[in-house]
């Protein structure tokens, strides 16, 4: 497909389960984004990556968050034993190149929720 | 902390008239702007970009940038129900990283 792609759409887990979700970025776009997005809010920033490089994850919101782009193409945001706060849409976003003003491609996004 | 302000709405206007939003930004250094578009349950999607001061016009959207009173804005001209959304105000400068405000809704009504 053309656009950004994520899997699943929906996730739902119990408090205290890893959860992992994926990115399928535009093919030969070189940033990828990770957004956490809650209910009436915008995107909040938390990870990118240049290529395979995690250029900046001052926005995961602790350590049990952790992404990974080994390849430099798809990307893993994986989230371990999950709190009710994680519940949120997850956005992934992609642009062709690095640095400023870049547009982003987003993806659909997986809808996580947290019992 | 890089600030984007934006009136949650939502703003109701009729089909056919000209939709105004609005967005402020506190960092001084900002250089790129955008807005996007996000339908119910969908990612967003970008309408504008503006880099410059004044307006860029595409289609039915202006978009408007005054770096000196730290707003932009998009303009909807002869607004459509299927324009009814969430509009998002992107920020950057400086870094590759942009913050986004909370979005404003728009309703269109026939």
């Known amino acids: 497909g053309a656009g950004v792609s994520q899997s699943p759409r929906y996730k739902v887990a119990k408090r205290g389960q890893d959860v992992a979700l994926r990115c399928d970025p535009i093919?030969?776009?070189?940033?990828l984004f990770w957004y956490q997005q809650a209910l009436g809010q915008g995107p909040e920033f938390l990870t990118y990556?240049?290529?395979?490089?995690?250029?900046?994850k001052s926005g995961l919101p602790s350590d049990r968050f952790f992404a990974e782009r080994p390849e430099g193409s798809v990307s893993t945001l994986k989230i371990q034993r999950t709190q009710q706060e994680d519940s949120a849409v997850y956005l992934c976003?992609?642009?062709?190149?690095?640095?400023?003003?870049?547009?982003?491609?987003f993806g659909d996004g997986t809808r996580l929720s947290i019992l | 902390q890089k600030e984007v302000e934006q009136n949650s709405g939502p703003l109701s206007v009729p089909e056919g008239a000209i939709a105004s939003l609005n967005c402020t930004y506190s960092d001084r250094g900002s250089q790129s702007f955008f807005w996007y578009r996000q339908y119910s349950g969908k990612s967003p999607e970008l309408i504008m970009s503006?880099?410059?001061?004044g307006d860029k016009e595409d289609g039915r959207f202006t978009a408007q940038l005054n770096k000196a009173s730290q707003y932009v804005s998009l303009l909807i001209r002869d607004s459509q129900p299927s324009d009814s959304a969430t509009y998002l105000c992107?920020?950057?400068?400086?870094?590759?990283?942009?913050?986004f405000g909370r979005g404003t809704s728009l309703i269109v009504h026939p």
């Open positions: 503006i880099y410059s001061n």
């Open positions: 992107a920020v950057s400068g400086g870094s590759y990283i942009p913050t």
């Open positions: 976003a992609s642009s062709l190149a690095g640095g400023e003003g870049q547009p982003q491609h």
């Open positions: 093919s030969g776009h070189v940033s």
């Open positions: 990556f240049q290529n395979e490089a995690q250029l900046d």
